[in-house]
């Protein structure tokens, strides 16, 4: 069965260093997302992104926040100036049809773990 | 008040017990409703959705939603061990809002032999 993949399965960083996280969605899915969970909390969302642009954000989701598709296949999730605080797991999730529909549910990948110290 | 509420738990069963895991919700447009189950150090996977009210079965696990009381329900019947996981309900609006899903805590549910 087809499944999202995502890498580095741990990030460790220091305090104010730049991340990127990898994704690496579904083939045939067209809609593709970031939620974070912060340990003992929700999942929270944090982007959509479909055509190449973003299609929904959260609050947590500002400027230090960027996503991007770089080629055909990658799903990245970029983390700037990096705060204790961000520490979480990141997970990507992917849809073929927009945020959850009767018939296409959002596949989750087993996510990163970002540690920041 | 938070837009979805989950018991954290822990919810301690026996093997062969029957759950109930539930949640509660504030926004009365949300019209899908989903459950999630999450083993340790993994991503969500999606167990069972329904639209609307009404109840849903599939297998040892059957889906109930009360949209007048904003209140959904999971059951597992003959709970085994590898039941033991996070069950997160999720929910999102269908046309006119959101579809992104909001999810609840979790519920942490140990299912031993």
């Known amino acids: 069965e087809p499944e999202v993949t995502q890498t580095p399965s741990h990030q460790v960083t220091q305090m104010g260093q730049e991340v990127i996280l990898r994704c690496v969605p579904i083939?045939?899915?067209?809609?593709f997302y970031w939620y974070r969970q912060i340990l003992g909390q929700k999942v929270e969302f944090l982007v959509s992104?479909?055509?190449?642009?973003?299609?929904?954000k959260s609050e947590i989701f500002d400027d230090q926040f960027s996503v991007e598709r770089p080629d055909g296949s990658n799903f990245t999730l970029k983390i700037r100036s990096t705060k204790l605080e961000d520490s979480a797991m990141y997970f990507c999730?992917?849809?073929?049809?927009?945020?959850?529909?009767?018939?296409?549910?959002?596949?989750f990948g087993n996510g990163t773990r970002l540690t920041v110290t | 008040q938070k837009e979805v509420e989950q018991d954290p738990g822990p919810l301690s069963v026996p093997e062969g017990a029957i759950v109930s895991l539930n949640c509660t919700y504030s926004?009365?447009?949300?019209?899908?409703f989903m459950w999630y189950r999450q083993y340790s150090r993994k991503g969500p996977e999606l167990l069972m959705y329904?639209?609307?009210?009404g109840n849903k079965e599939d297998g040892r696990f059957t889906a109930q939603v009360d949209k007048s009381s904003k209140y959904i329900s999971l059951f597992i019947r003959d709970s085994q061990p590898s039941d033991s996981a996070t069950y997160l309900c999720?929910?999102?609006?269908?046309?006119?809002?959101?579809?992104?899903?909001?999810f609840g805590r979790g519920t942490s549910l140990i299912v031993h032999p």
């Open positions: 083939s045939n899915h067209l809609y």
């Open positions: 999730a992917s849809s073929e049809a927009q945020g959850f529909s009767y018939n296409s549910p959002l596949h």
């Open positions: 999720a929910m999102s609006q269908s046309s006119g809002g959101s579809y992104i899903p909001t």
């Open positions: 992104f479909y055509n190449n642009e973003i299609s929904e």
């Open positions: 329904t639209y609307s009210s």
């Open positions: 926004n009365s447009a949300f019209q899908y």
